[in-house]
């Protein structure tokens, strides 16, 4: 509970921020934010905090968000992320009407205004490699060294940098760097580069240029341009900060916007580094950016999150100052929480072994009435098929049952659920020993609300079998088998869960013969499902979206006791 107090008091550092700038009068009155995704991979749900925060601020305030990808390396971008980033958003539930665009919109200005430092003596053309001026920067107790280059002419470097963008030069033969201070304490203003060479093809202008803004100069002068009031950030921005303010320093304009900076979200169990990700990408460690085990917005998609569920995480989280890490049952409890009162519940035998009820009537089958939701009566209720042969859990059945086990055992009754009470009276194998078949006897006098007042411990779920819909039943586990992706290990790739996924040939009720891409359901004592994208009415595939138990609430019930 104080954890949770915590997070909500310091969720409004930002909101208090803006609200002191409105009236002061620092800020214009109509709060500008944006979402500037970068176009070279799938969003994570790190981002779908960034993208809650945004847009979440601006609707606050009465404001508008902007949609602006960064594209500023055409080396890693692609239609393929922008489409992607795209859909994200407005699965997400957020909207940025006609205000989409690209930092590649600005590339023109942004070259003019490098120009405009030049010709101030803020800017020169440097010769040395990325690896030289890596070396002469410095370090925390060392300044760096000034670049043999640094006192150029205005008229020579606006020269070489009109040669750089017309081509003249090779990749890493000459950057454009600022001229700050190579003392400085804070080595992000040691001379930073604000352009190199790339001679790439760039998904949106082609050929035109083969210079490209670094992203601490596209990024300010994009959210002048575009009006931002507050350009908020996660804390490993905040050393570029005085970097973002000095490029501005220049730009002619009433307001200058003010960067923020929140922590980012690291969640336990997730691979939270879009590098990352796509090396489990590229290296078919996944099937691709929207497998479900992956922490991206398709991959939870996939998985059947709903944004209702992430929306209502990122809203748990809160929006903190310093960086910590939130365990994954908070994220579970969420979609528990959200798909609680909405899901249908169904009956699915993920490991089945036939049962055969000897008293009961050959080619006969009866219909016994169901919930659809017992905490949702709205719901209504459903008609499921019963009859001689049905299906159960393997894992309900003990042969020589442990202590405590009040599932199906030789000798004992249990009841089916919705049906009748069955007793377990022979196990018929096969040659190697397994299982073939149960035979069970029933008492027709204790079907489901009849009456019957004798009490077992056991209820099992079951289906039918002539009636029997197979499935693709899918269980996934956490990709890293650690809870940081560092955990022990230089190479976070060690850390990969080999057992992440889990694949049963499974049973349903009748009513999966009907079910869509997208579908969710609660699995009888077993989880939260949904019907995978790929299903079809010939191959159908369930997802597990997360088993029934609460860890979280747990935890939560524990701390709020030991603080009693």
């Known amino acids: 509970m104080e954890e949770s107090k915590m997070q909500t008091e310091s969720a409004n550092f930002i909101e208090q921020a803006i609200k002191e700038d409105l009236a002061a009068g620092n800020c214009p009155k109509k709060i500008h934010t944006r979402f500037p995704p970068e176009p070279n991979g799938y969003l994570h749900i790190g981002h779908a905090k960034s993208i809650c925060l945004n847009f979440g601020i601006a609707n606050e305030f009465g404001g508008i968000t902007n949609l602006r990808f960064d594209d500023t390396n055409p080396t890693k971008e692609d239609t393929e992320y922008v489409d992607s980033i795209k859909e994200d958003v407005k699965w997400l539930g957020f909207t940025w009407d006609d205000r989409q665009f690209y930092a590649s919109n600005y590339f023109d200005r942004l070259y003019e205004y490098a120009k405009l430092l030049i010709q101030k003596g803020r800017a020169y053309v440097d010769d040395q490699s990325m690896e030289q001026i890596k070396e002469s920067r410095g370090d925390f107790s060392k300044p760096g060294t000034n670049s043999p280059y640094r006192d150029r002419s205005v008229e020579e470097n606006l020269q070489l940098f009109e040669d750089m963008k017309a081509g003249k030069y090779q990749d890493g033969e000459k950057v454009l760097r600022a001229k700050i201070d190579m003392a400085d304490p804070n080595i992000v203003m040691r001379d930073p580069v604000l352009y190199r060479i790339m001679h790439a093809t760039h998904h949106r202008t082609g050929d035109t240029w083969c210079i490209y803004p670094m ?211 022979e196990v018929i194998k096969n040659e190697d020993g397994t299982i073939k078949e149960i035979h069970c006897t029933y008492d027709p006098e204790t079907h489901s609300g009849s009456g019957c007042t004798r009490k077992v411990k056991g209820t099992l779920h079951w289906v039918e079998a002539s009636q029997a819909v197979p499935m693709e039943v899918r269980e996934y586990d956490y990709l890293l088998q650690t809870e940081d992706d560092q955990a022990g290990s230089k190479d976070f790739m060690e850390q990969i869960n080999p057992h992440s996924l889990t694949i049963h040939q499974s049973l349903g009720e009748p009513l999966f013969s009907q079910t869509k891409p997208g579908d969710h359901y609660q699995f009888l004592r077993q989880g939260y499902f949904v019907t995978d994208t790929t299903s079809k009415p010939e191959h159908i595939v369930m997802n597990r979206i997360v088993g029934l138990r609460d860890t979280w609430a747990k935890k939560q019930k524990k701390a709020q006791e030991a603080k009693a």
């Open 215 to 425: 992203y601490d100069f596209a990024h300010p002068v994009s959210d002048a341009i575009e009006g931002i009031t507050h350009s908020l950030c996660t804390l490993e921005f905040e050393v570029h900060r005085p970097l973002y303010n000095w490029v501005l320093e220049e730009w002619p304009a009433d307001y200058k916007p003010r960067q923020i900076e929140f922590a980012r979200l690291n969640i336990t169990n997730m691979v939270m580094s879009k590098r990352k990700l796509r090396q489990l990408v590229e290296a078919q460690i996944v099937d691709g950016w929207d497998d479900p085990r992956m922490p991206t917005i398709s991959g939870l998609r996939r998985r059947g999150y709903t944004p209702e569920a992430i929306r209502d995480f990122c809203q748990r989280i809160g929006i903190a100052k310093a960086d910590s890490v939130v365990d994954v049952a908070l994220l579970e409890s969420c979609i528990r929480d959200d798909l609680k009162m909405k899901a249908p519940r169904s009956m699915v035998v993920i490991d089945p072994v036939k049962v055969v009820i000897t008293n009961y009537p050959e080619g006969q089958t009866e219909m016994v009435t169901l919930e659809n939701n017992q905490e949702n009566e709205s719901m209504g209720t459903r008609q499921v098929p019963f009859g001689r042969e049905i299906y159960i859990e393997q894992n309900d059945f003990m042969e020589v049952p442990v202590r405590k086990f009040f599932r199906m055992t030789p000798g004992k009754e249990v009841r089916l659920k919705g049906a009748y009470i069955v007793m377990c009276n």
